[in-house]
């Protein structure tokens, strides 16, 4: 007895020391990317950008293919390696001023032109090889180098050019998306002005003035018809000048700033959830993502890090969880199949990977970066990689991450 009363003894020493020491390791390792089961290192990263106009900045993931659009150039690298694989420089002494912020078919449209002329040509590329597929003349506005947000989009098999003209008189022009061969103008209500553009699985969407107000329409792709015309809020009215930007088509989410709210509206143009963009839950910036009938955002809720789910038919918030501190920053949020992936940046703390379950908002994944990624804006899942996008001028545009 005295023998195996030893032994245990010895065995419980032992188990008390081994867990000091794992306590020790996690201590010092646990959040430093050298943890084993969760860590995040770099895969690759492609060379630092030059220095950069902001216009004409937009990120794509088409298959196995990264493309990086910027004033001077759109650039596609290999997903798997970050080698470039090919570039695309628009004519001489033109910027890109603008781009489809979706790839419909793995095929984006450019808007490029002189800044003392604005945006005159629109191009259609194909993002597997770069090839301009074709290219049309657009009637620019004076002020598009300033205000260039959706003048072109893509969708529906089509590309859909937003024209200027005199005293604000724009139209909507649609084009086939792989030819360029003209569609229709679209045939807008009358005493509306469409001032964006955007265009869904199944419509195209266009930003309308009418008189003093600001609608949402929506247009046949078949024709250009109008299908349905709403007003953003039929209580209040949003004024025909207001700040409107499309988070999401499908389902229709919009960020209006004079009201201080994300909008929601069925396919039929019924008005659904409203999100303020401050409330309890803190105060929604730009890092936000629509995917599983969800709105999901980062939020200034008195710390960065407060990471919330809305539920769009209702705007109700359907839970949140606290995934930062003070000195924490929004580094990117990726929405998709029913997950929810986060990264926050601290000088002081470190970076992280957080996963969550987009239903529950149960947590998945804390994984530490063993390499600071400071700059990154959005994230792009690929197989086994996590990528991390930055746009801006002197920039890596896109780091690769695996687990470890």
């Known amino acids: 007895m005295t023998g195996w009363r030893l032994l245990l003894s010895c065995l419980t020493v032992l188990g008390v020391v081994l867990a000091l020491l794992f306590g020790l390791a996690w201590a010092f390792l646990g959040n430093s990317g050298y943890w084993p089961g969760s860590s995040m290192t770099t895969a690759w990263e492609t060379p630092v950008?030059?220095?950069?106009?902001?216009?004409?900045?937009?990120?794509?993931?088409?298959?196995?293919?990264?493309?990086?659009?910027?004033?001077?150039?759109?650039?596609g690298f290999d997903a798997g390696s970050g080698k470039q694989r090919w570039e695309y420089v628009p004519p001489r002494r033109t910027d890109?001023?603008?781009?489809?912020?979706?790839?419909?078919?793995?095929?984006?449209?450019?808007?490029?032109?002189?800044?003392?002329?604005?945006?005159?040509?629109?191009?259609?590329?194909?993002?597997?090889?770069?090839?301009?597929?074709?290219?049309t003349a657009r009637t620019p506005a004076t002020d598009d180098f300033a205000h260039q947000d959706d003048v072109v989009a893509t969708g529906v098999g089509l590309g859909v050019v937003l024209d200027g003209g005199k005293a604000g008189g724009n139209t909507v022009r649609a084009l086939d998306l792989r030819t360029g061969a003209p569609r229709w103008t679209a045939a807008v209500p009358k005493?509306?002005?469409?001032?964006?553009?955007?265009?869904?699985?199944?419509?195209?969407?266009?930003?309308?003035?009418?008189g003093t107000e600001a609608k949402l329409a929506a247009l046949d792709p078949a024709d250009g018809r109008a299908r349905w015309t709403v007003p953003l809020d039929a209580r209040r009215g949003v004024d025909a000048r207001a700040n409107v930007a499309f988070t999401s088509t499908e389902p229709i989410v919009l960020r209006v700033d004079e009201v201080g709210?994300?909008?929601?509206?069925?396919?039929?143009?019924?008005?659904?959830?409203?999100?303020?963009?401050?409330?309890?839950?803190?105060?929604?910036?730009?890092?936000?993502?629509?995917?599983?009938?969800r709105l999901f955002a980062l939020t200034d809720g008195g710390s960065w890090g407060l990471l919330v789910a809305f539920d769009l038919a209702t705007g109700g918030e359907l839970w949140r969880t606290d995934l930062g501190s003070a000195r924490s920053k929004a580094g990117g949020l990726h929405a998709?199949?029913?997950?929810?992936?986060?990264?926050?940046?601290?000088?002081?703390?470190?970076?992280?990977?957080?996963?969550?379950?987009?239903?529950?908002?149960?947590?998945?994944?804390d994984r530490a970066f063993r390499e600071r990624i400071g700059g990154v804006q959005d994230l792009f899942p690929y197989k086994d990689l996590v990528i991390g996008v930055r746009t801006g001028g002197s920039v890596q545009p896109f780091s690769a991450y695996k687990r470890w």
Request: hydrophobic letters at 40%; aromatic letters at 6%; charged letters at 20%.
């Open 49 to 75: 950008d030059r220095a950069a106009f902001e216009h004409g900045e937009n990120a794509w993931l088409a298959g196995d293919t990264l493309v990086r659009s910027r004033f001077d150039a759109v650039t």
């Open 191 to 210: 005493g509306c002005v469409p001032g964006k553009v955007a265009a869904a699985p199944k419509q195209v969407l266009a930003m309308l003035a009418c």
């Open 96 to 135: 890109i001023c603008a781009t489809s912020s979706a790839a419909t078919s793995s095929v984006v449209l450019i808007a490029y032109g002189e800044r003392a002329k604005g945006c005159a040509m629109v191009a259609a590329l194909g993002l597997k090889d770069g090839r301009e597929l074709w290219h």
């Open 336 to 365: 998709e199949s029913g997950r929810v992936m986060a990264v926050l940046t601290s000088d002081k703390y470190g970076d992280n990977l957080y996963v969550y379950n987009a239903a529950t908002g149960d947590e998945e994944e």
């Open 261 to 293: 709210a994300f909008l929601a509206f069925g396919p039929d143009g019924r008005p659904r959830g409203r999100i303020e963009s401050t409330g309890a839950h803190g105060s929604i910036g730009g890092n936000v993502a629509v995917s599983d009938g």
